[in-house]
């Protein structure tokens, strides 16, 4: 089975800031990759798929990259609506990365 | 609107039963995938199960396969879990999604129901 490993674990930043969330593949995915946000007691919310895929209605400010085994989140201009934890998945057998707890700083 | 509305959870003991259900509405049920997605208690997402659009095939991670059958009702725009013989590490909050477009991905997240396996 493929596994997703996902850096970091936790992340403190401040306002305006850019922050990049990685997530590593065990094989080649193949842009078959999500990122989705999942704010405190809400449930998860799709930002990006194929990798780099903007999802109706995310603000720009969040925008997906990587290929082969290796992608990242970013988000520019953080905003305090961001603070949330933030999850990859790989489509060939669902499995999640084990998530990025973002934090205001 | 898109909206995924569970029900159905609650607490049971291990061993026993528990069905849950997700009502589909603002989109053709029957033309998309859809899956069950849990969350243990302050842990990460787990995929459970996903079910063709018709209905022809199911997938099932491992840890749940012989226990858990996940079927739907294209008539009614509605999806289930039955889940028999359950475990305490079946507790979690369950997530009722909708598989996108272009497969492999969750578009659309039901709000989540509780079930809670304890003596």
């Known amino acids: 089975d493929i596994q997703m490993t996902q850096s970091p674990a936790s992340l403190s930043a401040s306002l305006g800031e850019t922050v990049t969330i990685e997530c590593r593949a065990s094989?080649?995915?193949?842009?078959?990759l999500a990122w989705y946000q999942q704010k405190p007691g809400k449930s998860p919310q799709l930002l990006i798929y194929n990798a780099n895929s903007l999802h109706t209605g995310v603000p720009s400010r969040f925008s997906g990259s990587g290929s082969g085994t290796q992608y990242s989140l970013k988000i520019n201009s953080l905003q305090s609506e961001d603070v949330a934890s933030y999850f990859c998945q790989q489509y060939y057998n669902w499995t999640f990365g084990g998530g990025t707890k973002l934090e205001l700083k | 609107e898109v909206q995924l509305v569970e029900s159905g959870g609650g607490l049971v003991q291990p061993g026993r039963s528990l069905k849950l259900s997700c009502a589909a509405s603002?989109?053709?049920?029957?033309?998309?995938?859809m899956a069950w997605v849990r969350q243990a208690p302050t842990k990460g997402l787990e995929w459970v199960a996903s079910i063709t659009n018709s209905g022809g095939s199911t997938y099932y991670r491992d840890s749940v396969k012989g226990r858990f059958t996940i079927s739907r009702d294209n008539a009614k725009s509605t999806l289930y879990l039955q889940m028999d013989s359950l475990r305490s590490e079946d507790t979690a909050t369950y997530y009722c999604?909708?598989?996108?477009?272009?497969?492999?991905?969750?578009?659309?997240w039901g709000q989540g129901v509780m079930v809670t396996v304890s003596s």
């Open positions: 999604t909708r598989e996108g477009w272009e497969r492999g991905y969750f578009d659309y």
């Open positions: 094989e080649d995915i193949y842009n078959g």
């Open positions: 603002g989109f053709t049920f029957s033309n998309y995938y």
